[in-house]
């Protein structure tokens, strides 16, 4: 997918792509709101995702996506991480 780019636009392609991903994994429920705050830090090639305490154990699901999501990243040379 990423390949047919221009090499200047892999990297942001792949950035945009990992947080569409991950905003369609968020948006579970389609409910108004998340109900939580979830802060993104990006450095490189590392995404970590940080939730209010106790958020995920709540949302197993949600957690089991993103453990799911983290596998996949990998084989593009992103690392997911969340707490």
């Given amino acids: 997918m990423f390949e047919s ?3 200047t636009l892999v990297t ?5 792509a990992v947080l569409l991903r991950i905003s ?4 579970r429920g389609r409910g108004s ?3 939580t705050q979830v802060q993104a830090e990006a450095d490189g090639q590392c995404l ?6 106790g958020w ?4 197993p699901l949600t957690k ?6 983290s596998s996949w990243l990998k ?9």
């Fill in 5 to 7: 780019l221009p090499s």
């Fill in 12 to 16: 942001p392609a792949k950035r945009i």
């Fill in 24 to 27: 369609v994994l968020l948006h």
């Fill in 33 to 35: 709101s998340l109900e």
């Fill in 48 to 53: 970590n995702l940080t939730f209010d305490d």
């Fill in 56 to 59: 995920l154990a709540s949302h």
């Fill in 64 to 69: 089991a996506d993103l453990k799911q999501e």
């Fill in 75 to 83: 084989s593009i040379g992103i690392k997911l991480s969340f707490a």
